[in-house]
């Protein structure tokens, strides 16, 4: 791959950096149904194009790997987290085994891109209709690729933020404090954007 013509794969896909596989093949069938070619309300071939590309090489970790070596200026490292234990330094600098538990980086990285994700699902719905903007946790289920044992959390830190509420018809609807969030993480991303550019 050329450099001039670098591509970010995470954010075609919508994911970190540092997203596991599980979370890039979720994120993907997700993409890959929405911009399908055969779906007529959102089909478009060349974002289905770019999400498959992204797919084929982020999934792939010897490719995955090839990619950040080739992309080592606009990319953190890569590690390779398929084994599910990684070695990470004690406060006195020796080594101790971590296994991917509650609170590494990768499962972390994934929640908030979920989080961010429901966020911005609301916000369009507000949009689109702000008379009735609630969306059932089954459908955002579907449009975030995220299990129903995963969304309950999800959905739990977002109330309990404020950004998100329930409504008396049991659908859930981004606030006020949650929309001056999603423009929050918009600004951040551009921002992050502009300077990975320059």
């Known amino acids: 791959m050329d450099s001039d013509l ?6 075609t896909l919508g994911v970190e950096p540092g997203a596991t596989a599980d979370l890039i093949e979720s994120r993907f069938r997700q993409l890959a149904r929405r911009y399908h070619p055969d ?20 999934k792939d970790p010897a490719r995955r790997a090839l990619y950040h070596e080739q992309h080592a200026r606009r990319l953190p490292p890569y590690v390779d ?20 538990g509650l609170f590494d980086e990768m499962g972390i990285a994934g929640d908030i891109a979920v989080q961010n994700n429901i966020l911005a699902l609301l916000y369009q719905r507000r949009r ?3 008379k ?12 975030t690729g995220c299990p129903e044992e ?14 998100i509420a329930k409504r008396e018809d049991g659908l859930m609807a ?4 949650g929309v001056d969030r999603a423009a929050a993480i918009y600004r951040e991303g551009a921002n992050k954007r502009i300077t990975d550019r320059t």
Do not use: C
């Open 6 to 11: 670098f591509v970010n794969f995470y954010e």
């Open 39 to 58: 779906n007529l309300s959102t089909g478009d071939r060349a974002m289905f194009d770019a999400v498959v590309e992204a797919h084929e090489t982020l």
């Open 81 to 100: 987290r398929t084994s599910g234990v990684d070695e990470a330094p004690d406060s006195d600098g020796a080594e101790r085994s971590v296994s991917g």
């Open 128 to 130: 689109q209709n702000i």
């Open 132 to 143: 009735e903007p609630g969306v059932g946790n089954g459908e955002l289920e579907i449009l």
């Open 150 to 163: 995963h969304l309950e959390f999800h959905l739990w830190y977002l109330r309990e933020k404020g950004w």
């Open 174 to 177: 981004i606030t006020i404090d």
